[in-house]
């Protein structure tokens, strides 16, 4: 027999016993569906995660002195990419609790004091307006930046460029000028860990910082290492660096990038195992299919063994059953991957979650429901071609 013959032998047998390949691909279906489900729902809930984190800007290598040692000029910190090698930025990082009022609206802040190397290191969406820039360091320009959930609090709307802030520090009280409006920088944080949970962010150049808090020199900085260079090395010969130039000071480095990777691996291999714990569902399908395959053969010895007296061969007997189990798994296979979808879809609509659909899934768990047809109907199959004729016949 060719392979179009075992094809349609197969799949006359499987539309022969109808309620045999129905209950077969019923079982297939729920496991596949259940599989579906499950890495639709990880993958969901990793990337959904991720991103909230990620929203929340946090970037670059994090450098911290001890709070006696380690003190910097500004200008040392700025100049550290001319002497370490791979380093794209260095920022010193000023930051000040306080409280801010812009229009009516009054809460607790964290100020931070950057340079125009901001958007370098941290990941910023500016909505309206800019940074602060080179001009702006270097005049001490009273320039603020601050988040859209802040403009939508005291005005209604985000974009308050050119509006007039508050703030105050140690009992002192200046005016601001808002200069830009960017995407929170809590957002993504917040919704892990709760609403108002944290204070305002409120960037000015960091030479207004030093005149608004009466420091000028600071233990903290932000590095940015190149795309190509290793951040490990570049972060190491950074606080090398840095030890030197401040006799010999400990300086603790983070870096924030690679905890993010991290997570998002750790993220990942937890999807992983969450889905191998769905496959069970899958594999006590897989089990039914092989008990129903394995009472097929036995119901037809008679059968099997006319096959193999007129000339069929061990690999046709074989190559029909277990087409006929991969037809049962591929139609269990593509009715579960439709309900696991149309169950997500409707899940999408009463709950109001968005779901990202991922068509890539459909197909591995197609590809699942197949090599489930092949690994539990290669024994029945081997089964009945291991037959004698006379035997099959004679029993029957």
Known sequence: MNWGDMGL???????????????CAL???VGIASVYMICEISRNARDQITQQVEQSGLSGIMVFGKE???MMAAEEIRALPQSVPGLKAAMPLF???GSCKLREEKRNMLLWGVDEQF?????????YGRLPSQEDVRLCQKVAVIEDTMALAAYGRENVAGKEIWISTDQLTESYQIIGVIASQKSGVSALIGENTLPA???????????FSGVSSTNQLALAAQDEADAEAVTAFALNQLSRQTNGASFKAENVSGYIDTFSSILQTVSLLITAIGGIGLLVGGIGVMNSMTAAVESR??????YLAIGAQKKDIIGSYLMEAVIVCLLGGLAGGL?????LFAGEKLLGIPVQFHWGYLLLAEGAAGSCGILFGILPARKAAAMHPIDAIRRE
Do not use: D, M
């Not at 032998?9 to 209950?23: D, G, I, V």
């Not at 958007?119 to 909505?127: A, D, G, T």
């Not at 010895?301 to 006319?306: A, D, L, Q, S, Y």
């Not at 309900?339 to 169950?343: E, P």
């Open 339 to 343: 309900l696991g979808w149309g169950l």
């Open 119 to 127: 958007s370098s290191i941290f990941h910023v969406q500016v909505k």
């Open 9 to 23: 032998l197969a799949l006359k047998n499987a539309l022969r016993s109808r309620q045999k390949t129905f209950f």
């Open 301 to 306: 010895r008679k059968e099997i063994g006319i």
């Open 68 to 70: 006696e040692q380690g």
């Open 201 to 211: 962010f409120v960037y000015v150049p960091y030479t207004t910082a030093n005149l």
């Open 27 to 29: 079982a297939v279906c």
């Open 95 to 97: 930051s000040q609790y």
